[in-house]
Every structure is written in structure tokens, then in C-alpha cells.
T-cell receptor, first 111, second 116 residues
Framework: DAKTTQPNSMESNEEEPVHLPCNHS???????IHWYRQLPSQGPEYVIH???SNVNNRMASLAIAEDRKSSTLILHRATLRDAAVYYC????????????FGKGTSLLVTP | GAVVSQHPSWVICKSGTSVKIECRSL??????MFWYRQFPKQSLMLMAT?????????EQGVEKDKFLINHASLTLSTLTVTSAHPEDSSFYIC????????????FGPGTRLTVL
């Protein structure tokens, strides 16, 4: 599986936008980019996913670089409830649906 | 959105006993379910992939005779930890793939297993 690299931690002020980066320089053409987040002692929660084009949903936006070697998860207005570990995961569309989690980015949101 | 439940949410057992954890997709059918394990301050580790009506596929290093997985219906998969030992204490999380939204997985809330 292609690997992803994320900062260990980031900090944001409440109500400010947050840009969470993810590098995946070895991404293949069939890899989907998935983002999940996990609050303490809970299962991961789906945030967003994309393949080539930028994506928007009610939770966040996903900006994918033109060469697909990096992507950015954008939370438009951080709230205290957004404090979580955010995982950027590549999933090969040709080889099944299992997700291999890396270490993720721990996001701290301060009031 | 799709909901996945797990039961129990936590369990404490004595060393040597077996523990069964249930994973249910409540409002969708899931031909594929996944089991993960997470130790404190670590990331999720995939243990096995469970396909309805067939044998589970285990990841390298995961003992299939110790972690028995059954996926007998489109809404239920079970993980049985046999002869549990303290080192099996962990947070066990399942996920289910929605066959209609096939690129999305939905995760259960997790089961905290403590083996004394």
C-alpha cells in the first residue's frame, strides 16, 4: 500500500479554518484518498474521500493536488468538537476495501 | 448516515476465557466487514476481513485460531477471542462496507476488552 505522511499534531483556534496536510508521493492512479477522524475511545468517523477532483461535503472539503502527490483536508470553521485524530488513508480501488491506518494528525482546537 | 453497532461496549474477563464481540450494520447490508485492534496511543491495526458466507481473511501475524470470525448474515459479524490473555486487552473496532455506497466504510463505536 502507498504510504501517507501527516504531521503528528496541529493546533487551531475555534472558529478558524484548519488545513490538515497529507503527503502521498507514491500514490498510484487507482488509489482513492480517504479521510477519517477518531475521537477518544470511539470508532473512526468517515469525513470525506476523493480520487482526482476536489470534493466538498457538509463536514469538510478535500483539496487534491494536480499531481495527486498531496492533499489537504479543510475544516472551514473549527469547533471544539472537531478535536480528534485525523487519518489520511490511501485505498487501492482495485484491491479491496480494507483501510490501513497510519498515525494520523492529532488536532487540538482551543477556544 | 449508516450506523454500525457493537456489543458489548466493554467487557472484563478472566484469563483463559473466551469473549464474543458482535458487530451489526443497523440500516444497511454489509457484504464485507472488517475487524481492527487498537492499543493505547496507537493507530488502528487491521486484523481481518470478513465476507458474508465465506471464511475470513486474516492479516499477517494475526492468529486465526485465536480470533474466530463469523459473518453469517449481511448485517452481523462476530469476533471471538478464544482463551484470552492479558496481552489481548485492547480496543476492538469493526467496520462495515455499505454495498450501495461501496467506497465508504462505517465504523462501530468499539469494544474495550480487559483481560485480568
Amino acid at each position: 500500500d502507498a504510504k501517507t505522511t501527516q504531521p503528528n499534531s496541529m493546533e487551531s483556534n475555534e472558529e478558524e479554518p484548519v488545513h490538515l496536510p497529507c503527503n502521498h508521493s507514491t500514490i498510484s492512479g487507482t488509489d482513492y484518498i480517504h479521510w477519517y477522524r477518531q475521537l477518544p475511545s470511539q470508532g473512526p468517523e468517515y469525513v470525506i474521500h476523493g480520487l482526482t477532483s476536489n470534493v466538498n461535503n457538509r463536514m469538510a472539503s478535500l483539496a487534491i493536488a494536480e499531481d495527486r502527490k498531496s492533499s489537504t483536508l479543510i475544516l472551514h470553521r473549527a469547533t471544539l468538537r472537531d478535536a480528534a485524530v485525523y487519518y489520511c488513508i490511501l485505498r487501492d480501488g482495485n484491491s479491496g476495501y480494507a483501510l490501513n491506518f497510519g498515525k494520523g494528525t492529532s488536532l487540538l482546537v482551543t477556544p | 448516515g449508516a450506523v454500525v453497532s457493537q456489543h458489548p461496549s466493554w467487557v472484563i474477563c478472566k484469563s483463559g476465557t473466551s469473549v464474543k464481540i458482535e458487530c451489526r450494520s443497523l440500516d444497511f447490508q454489509a457484504t464485507t466487514m472488517f475487524w481492527y485492534r487498537q492499543f493505547p496511543k496507537q493507530s488502528l491495526m487491521l486484523m481481518a476481513t470478513s465476507n458474508e458466507g465465506s471464511k475470513a481473511t486474516y492479516e499477517q501475524g494475526v492468529e486465526k485460531d485465536k480470533f474466530l470470525i463469523n459473518h453469517a448474515s449481511l448485517t452481523l459479524s462476530t469476533l471471538t477471542v478464544t482463551s484470552a490473555h492479558p496481552e489481548d486487552s485492547s480496543f476492538y473496532i469493526c467496520s462495515a462496507r455499505d454495498t450501495l455506497l461501496y467506497n465508504e466504510q462505517f465504523f462501530g463505536p468499539g469494544t474495550r476488552l480487559t483481560v485480568l
